[in-house]
């Protein structure tokens, strides 16, 4: 399924520029990142659970927030992108 995540933290503290950071990296970990704070994870309900359970451990509830958009299977036909940045086929195959 895909999955968007969006995230925003408050980096007002060196606490806060830290779960940025980790939080950036663990998304990235499972996807693409689309926009600053914006990642498209291809995942299974497994890789899911764990993906979130890791986010939620890593912010602050109360200074920090993110939003988890479950698109499905059938999410290329829900996604439509214009612009600058052509779209990557996250599915596709990777060449270093």
């Not at 996807?31 to 993906?51: H, K, P, T, Y």
């Not at 299977?73 to 612009?83: I, L, P, Q, R, T």
Request: hydrophobic share 40%; glycine share 6%.
């Amino acid at each position: 399924m895909l999955v968007l995540i969006t995230y925003d933290v408050s980096t007002t503290t060196p606490a806060g520029q830290r779960r940025l950071r980790q939080v950036a990296k663990t998304c990235q970990a499972y996807g693409q990142r689309v926009q600053n704070s914006v990642f498209e994870c291809i995942v299974d309900a497994a890789q899911f659970a764990s993906l979130k359970i890791r986010l939620l451990e890593l912010i602050d509830e109360e200074s920090d927030s993110l939003r988890f958009y479950r698109l499905g299977n059938n999410y290329k036909s829900k996604v439509e992108h214009v612009g600058a940045k052509a779209s990557i086929d996250v599915e596709g195959p990777v060449i270093f």
